[in-house]
């Protein structure tokens, strides 16, 4: 049996597991000799994990540099150039891409053309365009990297005709061409009907027919739970690596049905968090997630969408806004009762949060302080914080203390014996752990 992905490159199932091993022993080969940022690797190897190759667009969107949004914009062939939205950024940009660059080389991949086609267009050749002539960015945008596919045997599977029909389909389904899609299928179907990619792309190709025909969302439950059970996992196995492209479309059309001021009626477990801001999260549109919920009155009282608003502004790069979410999120859902399935999931997103976190738990601080006064902790760890925080009428009044004091100490450079009498008269024990860690 072979193996496809979304790109059409093709290798046999039994050699999944020994590439992935070459490739992993490369890597960590690499990473001995040449000092890269690790966040930055980070993300290179999951792409080419998850993708099977490195294309310098599909970094920036991770690393939030490019906004989906922006990105679909240029999909649909609205932007003529996409180094047009990443010229107000080439300073962070370039340095960037000049590291993941030199990596991806040092890992001896393939380079290839990228090719992106225009979505919804029914011409095979509508090609985007990533810069114009002598463009810096041109080097960068229009090259990828694939892995080196160690057996040479590999090189006869790419001119089976189903498989060069296979990825023309799937390139068809992510484009959201939905005639070239339907002569793809019919040509597969012709020629290998039993082939296992055929009852899949069918039911992709049927949704997203539906789709661009505006076919209406009679109940936006019943289609949430849809594509998150259904469509979703199938895009995903079919389209491994491409499937979000494919799937922004469904969460878009979805949201245009989900009128949020309902939000606090669905109230059984299969309805709970019906809200525009989760279609926004899956697409991911964080701005459109963070709009939606500042636009909703009270959105700001609920902990899911609390927790989600403050993540959206974390991937945005809003870090200033991220942190007083965090501290608004603390002050307002930390009691004993609420539950803490949302708050764990919402501090295992940002690795910084869940070790300060950890330290906190560690310390017994949770039991000693209170939840509540995570923020205080996050105030000793990293003072400069305290430049960005608002307080508010949910703000403990310790914190206050303790926020005024570092406020103080900082700008007036000397001790404040006012400020911390005031905080060992209200919690003796968070001045003795300012003064340790200070």
């Not at 296979?166 to 992510?174: Q, V």
């Not at 209406?216 to 079919?238: C, F, G, N, R, W």
């Not at 059984?268 to 968090?273: I, L, N, V």
């Amino acid at each position: 049996m072979i193996f496809v992905n979304s790109l059409g490159q093709s290798y046999p199932d039994s050699s999944i597991t020994k590439n992935t091993i070459r490739i992993s022993d490369r890597i960590m080969g690499i990473k001995k000799k040449v000092s890269f940022n690790k966040d930055l690797i980070h993300e290179v190897d999951q792409l080419i994990m998850d993708t099977g190759c490195y294309q310098a667009v599909e970094l920036l969107l991770r690393f939030g540099l490019l906004a989906y949004a922006e990105y679909e914009q240029w999909r649909m062939g609205k932007i003529p150039y996409l180094s047009d939205i990443l010229s107000t950024q080439k300073e962070t940009i370039i340095p960037l891409l000049d590291e993941a660059g030199l990596y991806v080389k040092s890992l001896k991949m393939t380079p290839e053309p990228v090719i992106m086609q225009q979505w919804e267009q029914n011409e095979i050749h509508d090609h985007l365009k990533f810069c114009p002539d002598n463009s810096i960015f041109t080097e960068y945008l229009t090259r990828q990297y694939f892995r080196k596919n160690d057996d040479d045997q590999m090189d006869l599977f790419f001119d089976n005709q189903s498989l060069v029909i296979i990825r023309e389909l799937k390139r068809a389904l992510i484009s959201r061409n939905i005639r070239i899609a339907s002569q793809k299928f019919q040509a597969l179907y012709d020629i290998e009907p039993e082939h296992e990619i055929v009852m899949p792309a069918k039911k992709l190709l049927d949704a997203l027919i539906n789709a661009l025909e505006e076919e209406q969302v009679t109940d936006p439950v019943d289609e949430m739970h849809y594509l998150l059970s259904e469509l979703s996992p199938l895009a995903k196995k079919a389209l491994a690596g491409q499937e979000r492209d494919y799937m922004s479309l469904f969460w878009r059309r979805l949201a245009r049905y989900i009128d949020d001021s309902l939000y606090n009626e669905f109230s059984t477990k299969e309805q709970a968090g019906i809200h525009t801001s989760f279609c926004y999260q899956q697409i991911p549109d964080w701005q459109a997630v963070i709009n939606s919920i500042e636009q909703m009155p009270n959105g700001m009282q609920q902990p899911e969408l609390l927790a989600r608003y403050a993540i959206a502004l974390r991937k945005s790069g809003q870090r200033e806004q991220y942190i007083q979410a965090i501290c608004q999120y603390f002050w307002q859902f930390s009691n004993e009762d609420y539950d803490a399935s949302v708050l764990l999931k919402f501090i295992a997103e940002d690795s910084g949060l869940k070790n300060s976190w950890h330290d906190f738990q560690d310390l017994e601080l949770d039991e000693q302080w209170g939840r509540q006064h995570f923020p205080c902790w996050l105030l000793i760890q990293t003072p400069g914080i305290s430049h960005h925080i608002i307080s508010g009428k949910q703000t403990p009044e310790e914190f206050k203390i303790l926020h005024k004091l570092i406020l103080t100490e900082i700008k007036e450079n000397r001790q404040s014996i006012t400020l911390r009498k005031q905080l060992k008269e209200s919690h003796a024990g968070m001045l003795e752990y300012y003064l340790k860690l200070k």
